[in-house]
C-alpha cells in the first residue's frame, strides 16, 4: 500500500535491551515534567500562548531536566494544545477541570530529533540524545504494506508505551503517485550555483533556489571569524565553523527534497546534473564570490539529491556542464557573447534572451538522453553512494553513520514558477 494523504502509520519498537529502555524511560519522565511545568506556566498566566509557555519552560527543562531543545520544543507544544483545549471547552461555557497529567505523556519526536534508517527490508528509528554523533537505535517491526511509504516519513511525530511495549506514531506527508519506470524517461536539468543554489528545468515548470539570502549570512559568518581571529579565539572560530556547516547542509537538505518532490510529479523522471569535478576552476570572479564559491558543499547537495532520489527509485546522470550556459536552447549557437550579464543571456546568432542559469538548466536536461544511454555518474564522486546503512556498533548508544537518510527537511520559501 502506497499512501497519497496526510495521514500517520504506527508502528512498533522492537523490544529494547536495558540500557536503551532505561533512556527511554527517563526521557519520558522529563518529558512529562516539561509539560507539567507548561501546564503550570499556563494556569499561572491564565494564557495558552506558545510564547509565554516556552519562556517559562525551556530554560529550566534544559538545565534542570537536561532535555535537549527539540524534546523541549515538543514538550511544550503538547502543555500548549492542552491548555487550549481546556480554555477552548471553558469559552463554550463547558465545566472542565484545569487538565492534570496522569502517567507517561511519551516522547514528543521533533522533525530534527529523529531519522528514519533504511537497511534493505529493516528500518530504525534513530533519536538524538542532544549529544553530537550519539543515538539511540531502535529497530522497528514494519508490516509490509507501511514499508514503500516509511522513507516519506517527515514532521513532528511521538514515541508511546503501551502494555510494556514501545510504539511510534509517524506521519507520512502527501505525496504524489508512483512515477513508474515504463515508457519514455522525462529529463529534468539541475543547474547549481551561488547566485542560485540551484535552478530547476521540468517540461513545464521551473525551481529557482535564491542564494543571495545565503550570501549574505556567509559574509556574516566571514565578519564574524575575522573578529575572533584578530581577538585569538579559536575556540569561538571552531564553534562558528561547526553551526556554518549544519546550516548549509540543512539549507541543502530542503533544496533536495524540494527536487526531488518535483521529480515525482513526471511519468519516469531522471534528474541530470552537472558533473562537479573543477566547479570551482570554472567559475571565477571577485574575492567575495570566489570565496563563496571555495565554501559552499556542492558535493554534498549533489549527494542529498542522488540519495534522496534512489530512495524513490528516480535515475540521477552526469553531464558535462562546460559552455552550457553560453549554447542557446533555441539555435544551438554557442559564444561567450551570449552571456552579456552574469544572469542573463541574450544569444547574438538569434535573439533568444532568458535567465542564464535558466538556460543553463535547459541544456543539462537536453543532454540527460544521451548521459542515461550511456550510464554516465560524476567521475569525482565516489564510487558507493552514502547512503543510510546501519553499522554493527555495540549496543545501546551508537555513532552516527555515513550521512544517513535525515528527514530533516522544513519546506523551502522558494516558489516555483511556471514558464
Known sequence: MFMHSDEYVIVKAIQPNRRKAEWLEAMASACGQ??????????????????RLHDAVYATARSRLGLPAEYVRMSVNAAVALARSYYGKRKARQHVS??????????????HAYAIVQAGERFAL??????????????????????????????DGKLFKRRGQWYAILPVPNSPPPTGCSGEP??????????????????DRVLFFNGKPARRRREHFADLRRRYQRHQRLDRVREGQGKESRWAKDINHKISRRVVELALHYHNPVLVLERLDGIRRRTKGSKRFNRMMASWPFRD????????????????????????????????HASRSNRPQQGLFRCVACGYQANADLVAAHNIAAAGPAALAQGLSDPARPDKGQTGEMTSRPDGVKGCARAHPDPNLEGSTLEPHRL
Open 301 to 332: 547537495l549533489a549527494d542529498k539529491i542522488e540519495y534522496k532520489a534512489e530512495q524513490l527509485g528516480i535515475k540521477v546522470v552526469y553531464v558535462d556542464p562546460r559552455r552550457t550556459s553560453r549554447t542557446c536552447p533555441k539555435c544551438g
Open 98 to 111: 484545569f487538565p492534570k497529567l496522569n502517567g507517561t505523556q511519551g516522547i514528543g519526536l521533533g522533525v
Open 126 to 155: 534513530r533519536l538524538s540524545t542532544g549529544k553530537r554523533g550519539q543515538y539511540i537505535w531502535l529497530p522497528l517491526s514494519v508490516p509490509p504494506r507501511y514499508r514503500r511509504a516509511m522513507p516519506r516519513v517527515h514532521g
Open 34 to 51: 516539561a509539560v507539567a511545568l507548561g501546564l503550570e506556566a499556563a494556569h499561572a498566566s491564565h494564557s495558552a500562548s506558545r510564547g
Open 186 to 203: 522525462t529529463f529534468i536539468g539541475v543547474d547549481l550555483g551561488v547566485v542560485r543554489h540551484a535552478a530547476v528545468a521540468a517540461p
